[in-house]
């Protein structure tokens, strides 16, 4: 099993848990994170072009635009996806990205937050309806990320497992 990491728009800090997750065996990135502008045509081609290296089934790890990356990849392409972890989406303007919300051809985890800046709880609601997604609320920590004190993260490694 391999594991490949889908970043957000920004490049996450050090401690961010998703640089704890590509320190372990078997998680690479896909792409490495580049840093705004977030570009969903080239962020898309990085996955796809990470899925093809390699036959093995992956399961992706996604986090804010990452999982709007998985989204619009699971619409244009297909591969050996065992599932994917979908950590706080945000909601985009469709003028700016028309994102998919066809159910995506995997099983796949959305985590949502109450208190997420980028998204609120109707709208994860919606998207994980959407994409067919299993909800996981995981309460009030913002965006999920190293500002919001997620360094470790035992409840994500917990939930990767279950795919």
Do not use: K, Q
């Not at 848990?17 to 998680?27: D, I, N, P, S, V």
């Not at 591969?79 to 985009?92: F, H, Q, S």
């Amino acid at each position: 099993m391999r594991y490949l990491l889908v970043p957000g728009r920004g490049v996450p800090l050090p401690g961010h848990w998703m640089r704890r997750f590509a320190e372990r065996a078997g998680f690479s990135w896909a792409p490495e994170p580049p840093g705004p502008p977030y570009l969903p045509d080239e962020r898309v081609a990085a996955l796809a072009a990470a899925v093809r290296a390699d036959d093995t089934p992956a399961v992706l790890v996604a986090h804010s635009a990452g999982c709007l990356t998985v989204a619009l990849w699971a619409a244009r392409h297909t591969g050996p996806i065992r599932g994917a972890l979908l950590v706080t989406p945000p909601e985009v303007p469709p003028d700016r990205i028309v994102v998919p919300r066809a159910p995506l051809p995997f099983p796949s985890i959305l985590v949502a937050s109450r208190n997420d800046p980028y998204t609120t709880m109707p709208g994860f609601r919606a998207l994980a309806a959407d994409w067919g997604a299993e909800l996981v609320d995981a309460g009030d920590v913002g965006h999920l990320d190293s500002a919001t004190g997620f360094g470790p993260w035992p409840e994500g490694e917990r939930l990767v497992a279950r795919l």
